[in-house]
Protein backbone atom coordinates (compact mmCIF):
# COMPACT_ATOMS: atom_id res chain seq x y z
CA UNK A 1 0.00 0.00 0.00
CA UNK A 2 1.13 3.32 -1.18
CA UNK A 3 2.03 5.56 1.87
CA UNK A 4 0.21 8.74 2.95
CA UNK A 5 0.68 11.19 1.44
CA UNK A 6 0.21 15.31 1.97
CA UNK A 7 -1.56 16.76 -1.07
CA UNK A 8 -0.86 20.07 -2.13
CA UNK A 9 -3.54 22.50 -4.20
CA UNK A 10 -1.53 22.39 -7.14
CA UNK A 11 -1.09 17.99 -7.28
CA UNK A 12 2.25 17.98 -5.66
CA UNK A 13 2.63 15.51 -2.98
CA UNK A 14 5.10 14.28 -0.29
CA UNK A 15 5.03 11.35 1.82
CA UNK A 16 3.66 12.00 5.41
CA UNK A 17 6.15 11.43 7.98
CA UNK A 18 5.28 11.84 11.92
CA UNK A 19 2.36 13.63 12.49
CA UNK A 20 2.48 15.51 15.95
CA UNK A 21 -0.47 16.77 17.86
CA UNK A 22 -0.59 19.84 20.34
CA UNK A 23 -3.92 19.19 23.13
CA UNK A 24 -4.89 21.69 25.19
CA UNK A 25 -3.99 24.73 22.81
CA UNK A 26 -7.21 27.05 23.08
CA UNK A 27 -8.46 28.49 26.57
CA UNK A 28 -12.09 27.97 26.03
CA UNK A 29 -11.60 24.20 25.03
CA UNK A 30 -9.71 23.34 27.74
CA UNK A 31 -12.79 24.79 30.11
CA UNK A 32 -15.29 23.06 28.51
CA UNK A 33 -13.43 19.47 29.09
CA UNK A 34 -12.86 20.70 32.70
CA UNK A 35 -9.31 20.01 31.96
CA UNK A 36 -6.31 22.49 33.77
CA UNK A 37 -4.53 24.82 31.22
CA UNK A 38 -0.92 23.32 30.88
CA UNK A 39 2.24 25.18 31.51
CA UNK A 40 3.85 23.56 27.84
CA UNK A 41 2.07 22.27 25.47
CA UNK A 42 0.27 18.81 25.61
CA UNK A 43 1.94 16.85 22.98
CA UNK A 44 0.91 13.42 21.31
CA UNK A 45 1.14 11.61 18.14
CA UNK A 46 -1.29 9.94 15.55
CA UNK A 47 0.13 7.28 12.95
CA UNK A 48 0.49 8.65 8.91
CA UNK A 49 -2.06 5.02 8.53
CA UNK A 50 -4.77 7.40 10.11
CA UNK A 51 -5.03 10.00 7.49
CA UNK A 52 -8.00 9.90 5.31
CA UNK A 53 -8.89 12.47 2.75
CA UNK A 54 -11.42 15.00 1.35
CA UNK A 55 -14.50 12.70 1.00
CA UNK A 56 -13.55 10.03 3.00
CA UNK A 57 -15.76 8.19 5.11
CA UNK A 58 -14.84 7.66 9.50
CA UNK A 59 -14.97 4.23 10.46
CA UNK A 60 -15.40 4.82 14.26
CA UNK A 61 -13.91 1.86 16.13
CA UNK A 62 -16.33 -0.90 17.93
CA UNK A 63 -14.56 -0.21 21.03
CA UNK A 64 -16.02 3.26 21.31
CA UNK A 65 -19.17 5.01 21.85
CA UNK A 66 -18.33 8.53 21.69
CA UNK A 67 -16.46 9.81 18.70
CA UNK A 68 -15.60 14.03 18.52
CA UNK A 69 -14.71 16.02 16.22
CA UNK A 70 -11.61 18.45 16.83
CA UNK A 71 -11.42 20.54 13.77
CA UNK A 72 -7.77 22.20 13.75
CA UNK A 73 -4.87 23.95 11.77
CA UNK A 74 -2.74 21.89 10.03
CA UNK A 75 0.85 22.68 9.70
CA UNK A 76 3.18 20.94 7.15
CA UNK A 77 6.90 20.44 7.22
CA UNK A 78 9.24 21.29 4.49
CA UNK A 79 12.52 21.63 5.67
CA UNK A 80 14.37 19.37 8.39
CA UNK A 81 15.31 21.18 11.74
CA UNK A 82 16.00 20.49 15.23
CA UNK A 83 16.23 23.48 17.75
CA UNK A 84 14.84 25.80 15.38
CA UNK A 85 14.92 29.24 16.97
CA UNK A 86 10.85 31.06 17.84
CA UNK A 87 12.01 33.90 14.61
CA UNK A 88 13.00 31.05 12.12
CA UNK A 89 10.40 28.47 12.49
CA UNK A 90 8.06 29.85 9.95
CA UNK A 91 10.30 29.21 7.35
CA UNK A 92 10.31 25.57 7.75
CA UNK A 93 6.61 25.44 6.75
CA UNK A 94 5.86 24.63 3.20
CA UNK A 95 2.00 24.48 3.70
CA UNK A 96 -1.34 24.86 5.35
CA UNK A 97 -4.26 22.55 5.95
CA UNK A 98 -7.15 21.45 7.65
CA UNK A 99 -7.48 18.23 9.65
CA UNK A 100 -9.87 16.61 11.98
CA UNK A 101 -8.29 15.25 15.50
CA UNK A 102 -11.12 12.36 15.62
CA UNK A 103 -10.96 11.41 19.60
CA UNK A 104 -12.81 8.37 20.99
CA UNK A 105 -14.02 10.87 24.17
CA UNK A 106 -15.14 7.64 25.97
CA UNK A 107 -11.57 5.33 25.79
CA UNK A 108 -9.59 8.79 26.19
CA UNK A 109 -10.91 9.58 29.59
CA UNK A 110 -10.62 5.66 30.68
CA UNK A 111 -6.83 6.23 29.49
CA UNK A 112 -6.41 9.20 30.86
CA UNK A 113 -8.15 8.01 34.52
CA UNK A 114 -5.60 4.94 34.28
CA UNK A 115 -2.62 7.45 33.30
CA UNK A 116 -2.30 5.40 29.83
CA UNK A 117 -1.25 6.65 26.34
CA UNK A 118 -4.06 7.90 23.98
CA UNK A 119 -3.34 6.27 21.33
CA UNK A 120 -6.17 4.19 20.57
CA UNK A 121 -8.18 7.09 21.26
CA UNK A 122 -6.39 9.16 18.34
CA UNK A 123 -4.56 7.25 16.15
CA UNK A 124 -7.24 4.66 15.14
CA UNK A 125 -7.77 3.93 11.36
CA UNK A 126 -9.53 7.03 9.71
CA UNK A 127 -9.01 9.49 13.12
CA UNK A 128 -6.81 11.94 10.88
CA UNK A 129 -9.41 13.60 8.07
CA UNK A 130 -6.69 15.82 6.42
CA UNK A 131 -7.61 18.51 3.24
CA UNK A 132 -5.49 19.63 0.65
CA UNK A 133 -2.64 22.23 1.61
CA UNK A 134 -2.25 25.84 0.11
CA UNK A 135 1.75 26.97 0.19
CA UNK A 136 2.92 28.45 3.20
CA UNK A 137 3.44 31.82 1.31
CA UNK A 138 -0.38 31.39 0.62
CA UNK A 139 -1.04 32.53 4.53
CA UNK A 140 0.30 36.04 5.79
CA UNK A 141 -0.12 35.16 9.23
CA UNK A 142 -1.31 31.87 10.81
CA UNK A 143 -2.54 32.92 13.38
CA UNK A 144 -5.06 35.29 12.02
CA UNK A 145 -7.08 32.14 10.45
CA UNK A 146 -10.67 30.84 11.13
CA UNK A 147 -11.49 27.37 11.82
CA UNK A 148 -15.05 26.35 10.72
CA UNK A 149 -16.69 22.80 11.99
CA UNK A 150 -20.24 21.82 10.87
CA UNK A 151 -22.03 18.60 11.46
CA UNK A 152 -25.30 18.17 8.89
CA UNK A 153 -24.85 21.99 8.17
CA UNK A 154 -24.98 22.86 12.28
CA UNK A 155 -22.21 25.36 13.00
CA UNK A 156 -20.71 23.45 15.52
CA UNK A 157 -17.19 25.18 15.60
CA UNK A 158 -16.12 28.20 14.56
CA UNK A 159 -12.59 29.98 16.40
CA UNK A 160 -9.87 32.32 15.94
CA UNK A 161 -6.35 31.21 15.76
CA UNK A 162 -5.26 33.95 17.15
CA UNK A 163 -6.79 32.22 20.61
CA UNK A 164 -4.07 29.72 20.41
CA UNK A 165 -2.03 29.87 23.92
CA UNK A 166 1.37 28.33 22.22
CA UNK A 167 1.44 30.07 18.33
CA UNK A 168 2.55 28.00 15.31
CA UNK A 169 5.70 29.42 15.56
CA UNK A 170 6.50 28.42 19.10
CA UNK A 171 4.61 25.25 19.21
CA UNK A 172 7.63 24.47 15.95
CA UNK A 173 10.45 25.71 18.27
CA UNK A 174 9.13 23.60 21.20
CA UNK A 175 8.98 20.56 19.11
CA UNK A 176 12.13 20.93 17.43
CA UNK A 177 13.78 20.75 20.66
CA UNK A 178 12.51 17.25 21.37
CA UNK A 179 11.94 15.99 17.60
CA UNK A 180 13.94 16.48 14.62
CA UNK A 181 11.26 18.12 12.50
CA UNK A 182 11.47 16.50 8.96
CA UNK A 183 9.89 16.91 5.21
CA UNK A 184 6.26 15.52 5.79
CA UNK A 185 5.94 16.07 9.04
CA UNK A 186 2.49 17.38 9.77
CA UNK A 187 1.51 19.43 13.24
CA UNK A 188 -2.00 19.47 14.56
CA UNK A 189 -1.70 22.98 16.32
CA UNK A 190 -4.89 22.34 18.74
CA UNK A 191 -9.32 22.86 18.59
CA UNK A 192 -11.13 25.97 20.02
CA UNK A 193 -14.28 25.23 21.40
CA UNK A 194 -17.48 23.28 20.85
CA UNK A 195 -16.03 19.47 20.22
CA UNK A 196 -18.80 17.31 20.04
CA UNK A 197 -20.25 14.01 19.14
CA UNK A 198 -20.52 12.41 15.80
CA UNK A 199 -22.67 9.59 14.68
CA UNK A 200 -23.10 7.00 11.79
CA UNK A 201 -24.38 8.99 8.49
CA UNK A 202 -23.18 12.16 9.92
CA UNK A 203 -21.82 14.66 7.00
CA UNK A 204 -18.85 16.28 8.69
CA UNK A 205 -17.20 19.48 7.28
CA UNK A 206 -14.42 21.36 8.52
CA UNK A 207 -12.84 24.74 6.84
CA UNK A 208 -10.60 27.49 7.37
CA UNK A 209 -10.87 29.99 4.71
CA UNK A 210 -7.45 31.02 2.55
CA UNK A 211 -6.45 27.68 3.63
CA UNK A 212 -8.82 24.56 2.78
CA UNK A 213 -12.39 23.15 3.19
CA UNK A 214 -12.75 19.38 3.97
CA UNK A 215 -16.18 16.93 3.98
CA UNK A 216 -15.89 13.58 5.71
CA UNK A 217 -19.00 11.33 6.35
CA UNK A 218 -19.42 8.67 9.53
CA UNK A 219 -19.88 4.95 8.01
MG1 LIG B 1 -6.95 18.01 19.21
Not at 63 to 72: L, N, P, Q
Not at 88 to 102: E, F, K, S, T
Request: hydrophobic share 40%; net charge negative.
Amino acid sequence: MPAQTARFINGDSVPIGKILCIGRNYVDHIHELGNEVPSAPVIFMKPASSVIYDGGCIVIPSYSGDCHHEAELAVLIGTRGKDIPEDRALAHVAGYGVAIDLTLRDVQAELKKKGLPWDIAKGFDTACPLSAFVPASAVSDPQKLQIHLSVNDQERQNGSTGLMIHPVAQIISHLSTIFTLEQGDLILTGTPAGVGPIVSCDRVVAEIPGVGRLGVTVR
